[in-house]
């Protein structure tokens, strides 16, 4: 009998403490992960687009908006990269705080459609981790201003790492030959990325994944891997590899692996951002460096 009441109370304890946490709802893994990082046992996050999923496409569920409505704070990547996400808020009339972890971040700007938007895949520079996690731990200790010395402790102790990540980064792709720094990818996510390592980025389909590329955009881009001698192409994870691995096999080209754009791993070392990121780069100079 003692052990039956020491072991309901332990729920109850346990049951209490989940309770007592911030709820968190973020958009999709990547912000998701931060959050993980920098409120530790003090948040509770509900994310809403999972790993290896594309939040382009996303279609919100009722318990997506129950999530909303019961939470304490909600944590978008903005840019227009979740448009479904402000409109489920309205419809919801949740209360809870939203905050956009792109504030603060240059965003490029692409022509896509006849306009010059803006490119959401913005922590696709390890260098804008730190004004994502600056905005999400302010966030936290707005939320929660008991636990607020913890969240910039582990704000400053997670950026640490970012910076050595930072340093590995620079020193590997600073190494590829001038001649071998075109990368073919399934859709426009790596902008960033390309623009802060001088690499260029080309995909048959634009920012978003809504739309299939046409098939005069693909043969124009077999065309171009051909006359530039790309050697290599990726798949993506959120996306059906068989039309890269066609661009490919026409082009003579190599499939050079797999890169992860919009969402981290569901398993494996990409299932958190610096891993991703650290996977990301390892694959391209391993493809293209050969």
Known sequence: MRIFVFLVSCLLALSVSANERLQVVTSFSILADFTAEIGGEHVQITNLVGADEDAHVYQPTPDDARALLAADLVIAN??????????????????????????????????????????PHAWQNLAHAEIYVANIAQALAAADPANADYYQEQRDSYLQRVKELLTEVRVSLGRLPASQRKVITSHDAFGYLGQAYGLQFIAPQGLSTHSEPSAADVAALIRQIRADQVRAVFVENIRDPRLIKQIAEEAGAQVGGTLYSDALASTGPASSYLGMYRHNVKTLVEALGQ
């Open 78 to 119: 903005g840019l227009d990269f979740e448009p479904w996400l402000p409109r489920l808020m309205k419809s919801t009339e949740s209360p809870a705080p939203y905050i956009e972890a792109t504030r603060g971040v240059l965003p490029l700007r692409v022509e896509e459609g006849g306009a010059r938007i803006a490119d």
